[in-house]
C-alpha cells in the first residue's frame, strides 16, 4: 500500500512559483513510478507529469514543458513537482499519483492517489 499526501499548494500571482510536495508512505513508493495530474473546475483530470521509479526518466504535458520539473527521493518516499512561471490556466486542484511499473500519462494506470492540493495562480 502507497499512500501519498499532497503539500505546497497556495494562491500565487502569475510569473510566480510553487513547489508542491508529495509524502508517501508504504514500501512500494520506491519501487513504482509517480506522476502529477491536476483537475480545473468544470473540466477532467489530465496528465502534468510523471517520473520513472529510479528517477532517471521524466515527461511532461505540453502545457508545462520547460515550466515544471517534477522530481523525487526514494531514501525520503518523497517527490516533488517545481512549477516556475506559473499562469492562472494552471489554475486546478493537483494530485499525486504512484503504482505502476513503468512512468506514463494514463491516470487509469495509477493505483494510488493523494487528496490533492489547490493551486491557484491570479492575473
Known amino acids: 500500500q502507497v499512500q501519498p499526501v499532497e503539500s505546497g499548494g497556495g494562491l500565487v500571482q502569475a510569473g510566480g512559483s510553487l513547489r508542491l510536495s508529495c509524502a508517501a508512505s508504504?514500501?512500494?513508493?520506491?519501487?513504482?513510478?509517480m506522476g502529477w495530474f491536476r483537475q480545473a473546475p468544470g473540466k477532467e483530470r489530465e496528465f502534468v507529469a510523471a517520473?520513472?521509479?529510479?528517477?532517471?526518466?521524466?515527461y511532461y504535458a505540453d502545457s508545462v514543458k520547460g515550466r515544471f520539473t517534477i522530481s523525487r527521493d526514494n531514501a525520503q518516499n518523497t517527490g516533488w513537482l517545481q512549477m516556475n512561471s506559473l499562469k492562472p490556466e494552471d489554475t486546478a486542484v493537483y494530485y499525486c499519483?504512484?503504482?505502476?511499473?513503468?512512468?506514463?500519462?494514463?491516470?487509469?494506470?495509477?493505483?494510488?492517489w493523494g487528496q490533492g492540493t489547490q493551486v491557484t495562480v491570479s492575473s
Open positions: 499519483a504512484a503504482g505502476p511499473p513503468i512512468a506514463t500519462r494514463r491516470a487509469s494506470e495509477y493505483r494510488y
Open positions: 508504504g514500501r512500494t513508493f520506491s519501487s513504482s513510478a
Open positions: 517520473i520513472t521509479w529510479r528517477g532517471g526518466s521524466t
